[in-house]
C-alpha cells in the first residue's frame, strides 16, 4: 500500500527552534545557546506534566512559562517586553533547506502539518515562510490533546480520513516518532544530529537525514 498522506511535526522537524538564539544572543551576550537550549527542554517537559496531570493549557502559554524559567535559569534580567519580543520570534523560526521544496517534489502527496502548536502559533509562521500554501494544518490544540498521546494521532487520523497505513508521520523528536508508532503510523525519524535512536522498545519505519529522500511507500 502506497502513502497517501505525509504528515510533518512542525518544530525541530520542519523549522528549527534553535534560529531564536540569535535574537536571544543580541539581548543576552554569549548566552544565546544556553537560553535557547533550556527554553526547549523546558518547553517539552511542560507539556508534557500537563498532559500527564490532564492539566490541557494551550501550547503558547506553555512555551512562555519554559521562557521565563529559562531566563531566570541563565540568571539574566527580563522584562514584558523582551518576554514578548523573544515570544514573537516563535513566529519567524528558520525552515530547514529542503522544506520549501518538498511540495515540488512530492507533487502527489498531501502535505500535513500535525504540531502541539496553536493555530495562532503556526499561521503566521507558515505565513511568513511563504509555505501557507505547501501544507495543509492540523493542530493539538483544537482536540486539546497532546502528542504524544494516542488520542492526539486519532484526531489526525480522523481529520485526514486516510487508513493508518496510508500514513508516513515524520518528525525530529523521538517521543513525538515513539507515539505515532505506537498508535500504528509509519514513521520517519529526521535523525538530523546522526544520534542512536533512544531504547524505546519501539523503533521508526524509516530514518532519515533530511527531508531531500522521502520514502514513497511502505
Known sequence: MSYQAYVFDAYGTLFDVHSVKDTIHNLYPEKGSSISESWRERQVHYFMIRQLIQGYQPFDTVTKWALIDALAMNDVDYSDETIQKLMDQYQHLQPYTEVSRLAENN???????????????????????QLTNTFSLLSADDAEVYKPHPEAYQFAQNKLNQQKEEILFFSSNPWDIAGATHYGFHTAWVNRQGVKWPELGLKPTHILTDLQEIPTNN
Open 107 to 129: 507533487p502527489d502527496k498531501q502535505l500535513t502539518i500535525f504540531s502541539n502548536g496553536t493555530r495562532p502559533m503556526l499561521q503566521p509562521l507558515l505565513k511568513n515562510n
